[in-house]
């Protein structure tokens, strides 16, 4: 007993007190996206005639990904990427570093500038040469 008439309880005489915790049963963990494996865009080497046949393979390939490709930045990296080429490549250069200058632009902006740059020149007078 102690002073106080109550009686002591030894250390070594409890049992210790186990947590009571419940884990979830079905408790899923986010598995990160996987990518959508159908062909990947042929390398653009600044042909004007394979401009179009280009970017219809990097859009139908971001379509398919959105998921992981969900930004402007991600998807014009991605199509970057596969500018090949003197003409192309030195192009790719230039934007990159215009864009970690003054920041990425929107998609749109960038499909704007591409093809600004690639579309065939005269895309009439190729149809009536053609015919």
Not at 22 to 51: L, Y
Not at 81 to 95: C, H, N, P, T, V
Not at 100 to 119: A, H, I, R, V
Request: glycine content about 6%; proline content about 8%; some cysteine.
């Amino acid at each position: 007993m102690d002073d106080q008439g109550q009686t002591a309880t030894s250390p070594l005489n409890t049992k210790p007190q186990t947590p009571h915790v419940q884990i979830p049963h079905n408790v899923q963990t986010p598995h990160p996206a996987k990518e959508i494996r159908i062909s990947t865009p042929t390398p653009f080497e600044g042909d004007r005639k394979k401009t179009m046949q280009f970017m219809a393979d990097v859009v139908l390939y971001l379509g398919c990904n959105q998921e992981i490709y969900d930004t402007d930045k991600k998807k014009i990296s991605f199509a970057l990427s596969y500018l090949k080429g003197r003409s192309a490549a030195d192009w790719k250069l230039i934007r990159v570093q215009k864009y970690m200058k003054n920041g990425w632009p929107d998609w749109d902006k960038f499909l704007g500038e591409f093809n600004e740059t690639f579309s065939p020149i005269n895309e009439q007078g190729d149809a009536w040469i053609k015919l």
